[in-house]
């Protein structure tokens, strides 16, 4: 079994930065492919980066190139994703997920809310 909680959300000004953090349990998380998602108000849930176990691969969202990261620190438990020049489009609640043992994300957080201010 696999718990992940996000953290890091808050209110930011356009321009602004923010750095969300995925905590998860569980002693395979460096065997996990981890990725974040999130889902505006009114929209269905949209991909924004992932990044294999040993933090080697990492794939973004193609309007989010250049303004997102993803990294991960597995002695942490922990995935990451910086979030740099935000826009008030980036409003959303983020979401981590994680594979285990499984070609999809079958395991999800709760949630941490984002909130662009123009």
């Known amino acids: 079994q696999v718990q992940l909680v996000e953290s890091g959300g808050g209110l930011v000004q356009a321009g602004g930065s923010l750095r969300l953090s995925c905590a998860a349990s569980g002693r395979t998380f460096s065997s996990n492919s981890m990725g974040w998602f999130r889902q505006a108000p009114g929209k269905e849930r949209e991909f924004v980066a992932a990044?294999?176990?040993?933090?080697?691969?990492?794939y973004y969202a193609d309007s989010l190139k250049g303004r997102f990261t993803i990294s991960r620190d597995n002695a942490k438990n922990t995935v990451y994703l910086r979030m740099n020049s935000l826009k008030p489009e980036d409003t959303a609640v983020y979401y981590c997920?994680?594979?285990?043992?499984?070609?999809?994300?079958?395991?999800w957080g709760p949630g941490t809310q984002v909130t662009v201010s123009s």
């Open positions: 997920a994680a594979k285990v043992l499984s070609a999809s994300y079958n395991y």
């Open positions: 990044i294999d176990g040993s933090g080697g691969s990492t």
